[in-house]
């Protein structure tokens, strides 16, 4: 029998990195304990111990260590967690959310890591939207398998599909022109991706919401989520337009805003994979966009936006989301659980 490629997904904390290893498990190795696989995983992680480790599937049952590995031959994606992190030993169950959440100010939130889809600590937040496009099966499965339990209260905003007639009608409605240059480059995906955002933020002033957390198909986020972004809320000043909630790995920056314990000054990052927007930040977004000539993708329009200061814009000083997809145009689609359906979409005119 031929050996498999898994997923190990490393939750954060406790001194181990969240990120996520393809490791391939040889056919020999079925019969022996998952204790083998977890000194797999230790040996790419710095610093720690297979002894310290807890294994455990995508639902967030535990797996005995004792186990053999072939026990775990329906799952693609497995978790690993510090032990002491990890709930008490039982037998093949679900995990079920903290009885009750840290003081904010005492417990940072952790990093993001592709983690069980139990539900994040911390209260509910309001206004919660994942943008998700309905015909990618594996984003859809991804929303609601995933985010949707991390997240009950989130909501599924259909994204508008830039591969659909639908994509024409929306620029026309909103009355959206392409710089022929822009025209000649860019993907459906990166279109659609436009606006659908567009439309969440017209949402947004439309119904007169205070403001909206927009999350994509492909986030991951924090156990601490919750409770950050509520912290996050309760800290933006009275006239706050717009908070960035995810940063891109080559964007990373440390601004400390003097005072704040949960934001930071704005850096431009691409990506508008989580972020939270006022009604006063929709509507400048949509000044910026509606009834515009478009010359670029809307995360390096909204970049611009920040830079030059036309958005009062902050981000979150911890990180807090992730992503499962594809995180930069060179990287293979084969090295993310999901592929980009911006880059991989077919240009908009043909070359």
Known sequence: MAGRVVSVHCIGGGGLEAKTLKLTLPAAWQESPCARLLKAVAKRCEGVDAGDLALETADGARVDAAAPIASTAAERDLFVRRAAAAPKPAARRRLSAPAAAAPAAAAPAAP????????????????????????????????????????????????????????????????????????????????????????LWRKVVDDGLDH???????????????????????????????????????????????????????????????????????EKL???????????????????????GELNSYCALRTLTGTAGQINPMQPTADSRLGSNVWGSPKLLPS
Not at 228 to 247: K, M, Q, R, S, T
Not at 299 to 306: F, H, K, Q
Request: aromatic residues 6%; contains cysteine; proline residues 7%.
């Open 112 to 199: 993001p890591a592709p983690g069980p889809a139990v539900p994040c600590e911390g209260a509910p937040l309001a206004n919660v939207f994942v943008v998700t496009l309905a015909r990618d099966d594996a984003r859809v499965r991804h929303t609601e398998t995933y985010t949707r339990r991390r997240l009950p209260e989130a909501e599924v905003f259909d994204a508008v599909d830039g591969a659909s007639p639908a994509l024409a009608a929306f620029l026309r409605a909103r009355a959206v022109t392409l710089a022929p240059a822009w025209a000649k480059a860019c993907t459906v995906g990166q279109l659609g991706c436009m606006c659908s955002h567009m439309a």
């Open 286 to 308: 949509l000044a910026k966009t509606e009834g515009a000539s478009c010359a670029k993708a809307i995360d390096e329009t909204m970049m611009g936006l920040v830079r030059d």
């Open 212 to 282: 909206a957390v927009v999350l994509e198909d492909d986030v991951l986020v924090a156990d601490g989520f919750r409770t950050e972004v509520a912290n996050i809320l309760g800290e933006l000043p009275a006239l706050w337009d717009h908070c960035y909630l995810f940063h891109h790995p080559q964007c990373k920056r440390d601004l400390p805003l003097p005072g704040a314990k949960h934001v930071q000054r704005a850096f431009e990052t691409w990506g508008t994979v989580a972020y939270v927007v006022s009604r006063r930040g929709a």
